[in-house]
């Protein structure tokens, strides 16, 4: 019997987690996912899922080399050619263009339901994933060179690593008493499906208003996920609305760009909050995806940024095991905090300065948020790098996103 069950235990099977142990297994470490309830991996025809991401390239690849985009593809993924950013009551706007970059599109929007399940199929056939649900953890011990999770009914888990990527409340980061710089945004996302009259276009819209942006993300050929940003009034507002003014509302606000919208099924609203871990790591535990970090959604990076966390610790713990070194070593996984946590915090900052220049009513911001959208349309080098950030191009990626040929055999 080894001194651990596992190398890996990861608390949460979200898209980042159930990423996580998938890769993990993959790439030959014995893994325990723990999670609160296996997620459905199938519903009603006709059905939505209110929650829907936004994918780049780099997402696109992690989730083909997990072996979950098929299952996701036959599932249902709308590939985006086009996004169209303008400004309310301006002249500012900025347009992209798959085509403009060789590119078949600028990224995917899926339903989150369609990620999970795809990654838990992928997971229920892979041996090297234990699957425990339903366990509640009520204390973390360290031991030398790993760590133990104490679950409730007396149970112990023992695994050299233990990998938080149980979203923003994390239990796990909770109980390694590793603190959170934290802000709320005093905003609301209002999600939903809605139905459009002259199709989406395969175009991904983005209008800003005073009040936060509006968000039309393409699904299928004829509906948008909206994510509508505002005020927590007025996000109450808008939610508790009868359908027909809030269609009026909503085809007011998207400038009736793709006709009218109607609203199809429930209307949820989320608060946004800009939330990040003082610390990723501490010997035997890592932190990732919404655990680790929590940003605002109008560019639709959040979940992009947790799948590259999971490859980069991925890759970390298996140069770590070349090196013949103690996976929940503070040396190996600070050095998964230092290639990650720079880069989600410049993210995330950027995520924050936009949202501060264009949800504000001042008028020497409404001037150079017009003449900034211009000038990025006019300037093809400034709207290519706006393209590739899209892509989730420009940093230097994991091993699990990159094309199969740029992976050398026995490459870590
Ligand atoms: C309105 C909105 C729109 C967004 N749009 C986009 C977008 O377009 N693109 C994008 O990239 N991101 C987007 N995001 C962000 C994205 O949704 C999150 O970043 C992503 O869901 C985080 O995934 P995660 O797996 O880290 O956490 P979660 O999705 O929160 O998953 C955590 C998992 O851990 C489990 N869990 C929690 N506690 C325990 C426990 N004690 N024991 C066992 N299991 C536990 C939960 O059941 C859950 O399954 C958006 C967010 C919002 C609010």
Known sequence: MSAHDFDIAVVGGGMVGAALALGAAHAGFRVALLERAE??????????????????RASQRILQNLGAWEAMAAAGVTPYERMQVWEARGLGEIRFDAADIGEPDLGHIVENRVVVA??????????GVE????????????????????LAG???????????ADGARSRLRELAGIGLTARDYDQHALVATVRAERGNQ????????????????PLGRDRFSIVWTSGPARAAELQALPAEDF????????????????LEGDRALFPLRLQHAT???????????DAAHVIHPL?????????????????????????????????????????RKGHNLAVQMAMDAFKHLFCNRNPALHLLRNLGLGLADRVPPLRRGFERVALGEGIELPRLARMPSDCPEGAD
């Open 299 to 339: 560019a639709g990076q959040g979940v992009n940024l947790g799948l590259l966390d999971a490859g980069v610790l991925i890759d970390t713990l298996a140069e770590a095991r070349r090196r013949g070194e103690p996976l929940g070593a503070l040396g190996v996984l600070r050095r998964y905090e230092r290639a």
């Open 39 to 56: 997620p459905p991996l199938e519903w009603p025809p006709g059905s939505h899922d209110l929650r829907v991401s936004a994918l780049t």
């Open 247 to 262: 269609d009026c509302e909503l085809t007011l606000a998207s400038e009736r760009c793709c006709g009218r919208l109607a």
């Open 118 to 127: 795809a990654l838990w199929q992928a997971l229920r056939r892979e041996d």
């Open 279 to 289: 610390a990723y790591v501490q010997p035997g535990l890592a932190l990732l995806g």
């Open 202 to 217: 395969a175009t991904a819209w983005q209008r800003f208003m005073p009040e936060g942006p509006l968000a039309l993300l």
């Open 154 to 164: 007396g149970e112990t888990l023992r695994a050299a690593l233990l990998a938080g």
């Open 131 to 150: 699957i425990l649900l339903q366990r509640e953890i009520e204390a973390i011990d360290r031991e030398a060179e790993g760590a133990a999770l104490q």
